[in-house]
């Protein structure tokens, strides 16, 4: 099993920054894709970010140029930066880490920005 563990969530004025982290371990083997899903109140869970194995990166259109994903591979973690923070990008923030036989969760870290 692979176990996540996320932190750097918070309550954050608008145009502020945050920055959140998750750490993989346990049978994680090969990683392939690691990356950020956040759910709203009401709304469905949608993509904000992914980086592959390779380097490539994927971001939400929502989010493209505020919010950087990065990754350390030696230590198994991804971090989103997030800059100019708004209302609207409050939401639970759920890191997703998938392999060749598992795809896995995160706890989830609250992320909430006020106007």
């Known amino acids: 099993q692979v176990q996540l563990v996320e932190s750097g969530g918070g309550l954050v004025q608008a145009g502020g920054s945050l920055r959140l982290s998750c750490a993989a371990s346990?049978?994680?083997?090969?990683?392939?894709?690691m990356g950020w899903y956040r759910q709203a109140p009401g709304k469905q869970r949608e993509l904000v970010a992914t980086?592959?194995?390779?380097?490539?990166?994927n971001y939400a259109d929502s989010v493209k140029g505020r919010f950087t994903i990065s990754r350390d591979n030696a230590k198994n973690t991804v971090y989103l930066q997030m800059n100019s923070l708004k209302p609207e990008d409050t939401a639970v923030y759920y890191c997703n880490v998938k392999g060749l036989r598992y795809d896995s969760w995160g706890q989830g870290t609250q992320v909430t920005v006020s106007s």
């Open positions: 346990g049978s994680i083997f090969t990683i392939i894709v």
């Open positions: 980086a592959t194995s390779g380097g490539s990166t």
